[in-house]
């Protein structure tokens, strides 16, 4: 008996106890592995570089907001794995917390943005900072979702 007849029988309510070991067998295997097959993407993607990457410097926080949608929306379609965005650490003269928003003091006002995007963007996962290579504080690696 496959699968898709212990389904039928199933919904016809004429599904016979070893049957339905069966599925809850077959329907463990699946979990199982599937959770092994996200382990292993996450390792993996983890150690990667980033596939691409976009340097908000020197933006506003609307056209900040605004490319990265564009950028998140892009490399989803590109099939990218894991982005970078080049944010700033906010180290520069005036970069105050702003009132009203989520930032601390000295801490980049695109960096704040970023992270506020990247919680409100229903294809973006774990995120980090970047390698100091990549820089650092600066900038934010994110794993996309499937």
């Known amino acids: 008996m496959n699968f898709g007849e212990i389904l039928e029988k199933w919904e016809k309510k004429?599904?016979?106890?070893a049957s339905y070991d069966k599925v809850a067998a077959f329907a463990r295997e699946e979990s199982a592995g599937g959770a092994l097959a996200r382990g292993e993407r996450r390792s993996r993607l983890l150690r990667k570089a980033p596939d691409d990457s976009i340097d908000i410097h020197g933006l506003s926080r609307d056209e900040a907001w605004i490319a990265l949608e564009n950028f998140f929306d892009n490399c989803r379609g590109k099939g990218c794995e894991k982005v970078l965005i080049i944010h700033g650490?906010?180290?520069?003269h005036g970069n105050a917390a702003v009132p009203g928003e989520d930032s601390r003091p000295g801490e980049s006002a695109l960096?704040?943005?970023?992270?506020?995007?990247?919680?409100?963007?229903?294809?973006?996962?774990?995120s980090g900072h970047g390698s100091a290579?990549?820089?650092g504080t600066g900038a934010t690696w994110v794993?996309?979702?499937?």
């Open 14 to 17: 004429t599904v016979s106890n």
């Open 89 to 92: 650490k906010g180290n520069h």
């Open 111 to 126: 960096r704040t943005l970023s992270r506020r995007f990247i919680e409100s963007c229903p294809f973006a996962g774990e």
């Open 133 to 135: 290579k990549e820089g």
């Open 143 to 146: 794993i996309l979702k499937e």
